[in-house]
Nanobody, 127 residues
Framework: QVKLVESGGGSVQAGGSLRLSCAAS????????MGWFRQAPGKEREAVAA????????YYADSVKGRFAISQDNAKSTVYLQMNSLKPDDTAMYYC????????????????????WGQGTQVTVSS
């Protein structure tokens, strides 16, 4: 049974930092596309970042480039999202997602392409 468990969300002031974690279990972690998505109230779910666990290739939405960094610890089957210089617009529920195979082209940013999802962790940034 595939399981993705997010943690690390919370409330911070603008300019602050948070690190989200996504612990994966129940599947072969070593060759998957692991993504982070977010969804704010009344808005569509949007891609934030992704990483291919085998090659370490990373992908970012333009809105977070230079502020967020995705990384992984293969030994722990865990993906991280380091979020710096947070803005109120970053406020959302953040979800971890997984799909078999490499993150390719533009599909990494399409939430419909991912089979497995976590329950989410809330990030709130106040001004």
């Amino acid at each position: 049974q595939v399981k993705l468990v997010e943690s690390g969300g919370g409330s911070v002031q603008a300019g602050g930092s948070l690190r989200l974690s996504c612990a994966a279990s129940g599947f072969i972690y070593s060759s998957n596309c692991m993504g982070w998505f977010r969804q704010a109230p009344g808005k569509e779910r949007e891609a934030v970042a992704a990483i291919y666990t085998a090659g370490g290739n990373t992908y970012y939405a333009d809105s977070v480039k230079g502020r967020f960094a995705i990384s992984q610890d293969n030994a722990k089957s865990t993906v991280y999202l380091q979020m710096n210089s947070l803005k109120p617009d970053d406020t959302a529920m953040y979800y971890c997602a997984a799909e078999t195979g490499p993150c390719g082209g533009t599909w990494w940013g399409k939430h419909a392409e991912y089979t497995y999802w976590g329950q989410g962790t809330q990030v709130t940034v106040s001004s």
